[in-house]
């Protein structure tokens, strides 16, 4: 593994640390008939933190704890924000694995990135939807 997919994922790992606080703010203040979906993607984001600790592991590589706590760049104290936090969330990560994608030297790598940097796209379009934005989706996503 290079030095710059080694960073790539240890960014997104971070991402993936923040995206799974951060779904227990959005799980405390989401609308109830969104408790499934919450639980879905909080699930997503643990999978996929897991799955990176492995993979930088399998590397070599020293892998660093979760920050203690996270802020959110907003308060979050009813439904819509929650939702807009959740969607902030996702394009953070969407972010991060643009990042892998474009960094990765192995195929491996690549995929990995590829495989999270979609699932986190679509979350976005979903939550997006949920907020009625028109359209939910955007050309490429991860791009800042």
Not at 62 to 76: G, H, L, R, S
Request: hydrophobic share 45%; proline share 7%; charged share 20%.
């Amino acid at each position: 593994m290079t030095d710059a997919e080694r960073q790539a994922l240890l960014d997104a790992l971070n991402a993936e640390y923040a995206a799974v606080y951060a779904y227990g703010v959005i799980d405390a203040f989401a609308s109830t008939e969104r408790d499934r979906l919450v639980t879905q993607y909080t699930a997503a984001h643990r999978a996929r933190r897991d799955s990176t600790i492995e993979t930088l592991a399998a590397a070599g590589s020293t892998v660093p704890p979760p920050d203690a706590a996270y802020t959110a760049p907003f308060p979050v104290d009813d439904p819509i924000p929650a939702a807009n936090f959740a969607v902030t969330v996702e394009t953070d990560c969407t972010v991060a694995w643009r990042s892998v994608v474009e960094r990765a030297g192995t195929e491996v790598v690549r995929r990995i990135g590829i495989e999270a940097l979609t699932e986190c796209a679509l979350r976005v379009a979903g939550w997006q939807a949920i907020l009625g934005t028109n359209p939910p989706t955007i050309a490429f996503p991860g791009k800042v």
